[in-house]
């Protein structure tokens, strides 16, 4: 094997382990900024565990351990559309979790819709699959490193060095970080340009107006995600799973993508 196509292998394989790595890196919370909230989770009390995992949220302190445990106590004091938004935002964090993945899914088939439907389309619910099992830092990194091989590579091209396979190589690198660009920025552009949101009421209805005068579109129950076109003051405009499309109280919608 030549040395450069080598290189190119072990930086591979590096740049797929430090991927691997940084979720786990970005889970862990130190434990004691949330001592109390763990102790009370322990002993039973899950509506003061909740209250205090929420205010350290408030403070900050939003990685995606203390957003699960915050999702954790939720769902055991009942509140099923607020344990949603929760494991939500911690599965965008980690988005590889088991832990977090499985109690989502328990959630879900507590609600009466069940688990949300996949993508009609096969190459859409690929798409989506891609992109939400990595973090846009880890998209990003990965792109990143594969560009700067890629110019590692064209040097030694540019010195009279290789053949074909590494012609060959560069070739696969460079349309492998255009790949990870794109994933990257669909990653990003749901971060930004995407908001969601998951109500929190055990009943509560889409009117076609923002005010409680306006006709009722539909009757929503806990859990009902839904997708947010645009804030109204106390209003969202919205559109529920299952494709109604209204207003909702801002009071009864946990925003899980601003």
């Not at 740049?15 to 039973?44: E, I, R």
């Not at 959630?107 to 939400?132: D, N, T």
């Not at 349309?175 to 949101?197: E, K, N, P």
Request: hydrophobic letters at 45%.
């Amino acid at each position: 094997m030549r040395p450069a196509f080598r290189h190119a292998m072990l930086a591979g394989a590096l740049l797929f382990t430090v991927a691997a790595d940084a979720q786990k890196a970005a889970t862990p919370v130190d434990s004691g900024p949330l001592t109390d909230a763990n102790a009370a989770y322990q002993s039973g009390d899950f509506e003061g565990a909740r209250e205090a995992y929420a205010a350290k949220v408030g403070e900050g302190l939003d990685g995606a351990t203390v957003l699960y445990n915050l999702g954790n106590a939720a769902f055991r004091c009942g509140r099923l559309g607020e344990a949603i938004a929760y494991y939500q935002r911690a599965s965008r964090l980690a988005p590889r979790d088991r832990d977090i993945a499985e109690n989502l899914r328990r959630a879900y088939h507590e609600r009466q819709l069940g688990e949300p439907a996949p993508p009609a389309m096969w190459l859409h619910a690929i798409g989506r699959s891609l992109v939400g099992s990595y973090t846009l830092s880890e998209l990003a990194i990965a792109a990143a490193a594969l560009y700067w091989l890629a110019i590692g590579l064209t040097a030694s091209r540019l010195r009279g060095r290789g053949g074909r396979r590494m012609a060959r190589l560069l070739t696969i690198i460079v349309l492998s970080a255009v790949a990870l660009t794109g994933l990257a920025f669909a990653r990003w552009w749901g971060y930004h340009h995407t908001g969601a949101g998951v109500v929190m009421a055990e009943k509560t209805e889409i009117r076609s107006g923002p005010g409680d005068s306006f006709e009722i579109v539909q009757r929503v129950s806990d859990g009902r995600m839904v997708r947010i076109v645009r804030p109204n003051g106390q209003w969202l405009q919205v559109v529920a799973e299952g494709g109604a499309r209204g207003w909702l109280p801002t009071s009864v919608v946990a925003v899980t993508q601003p």
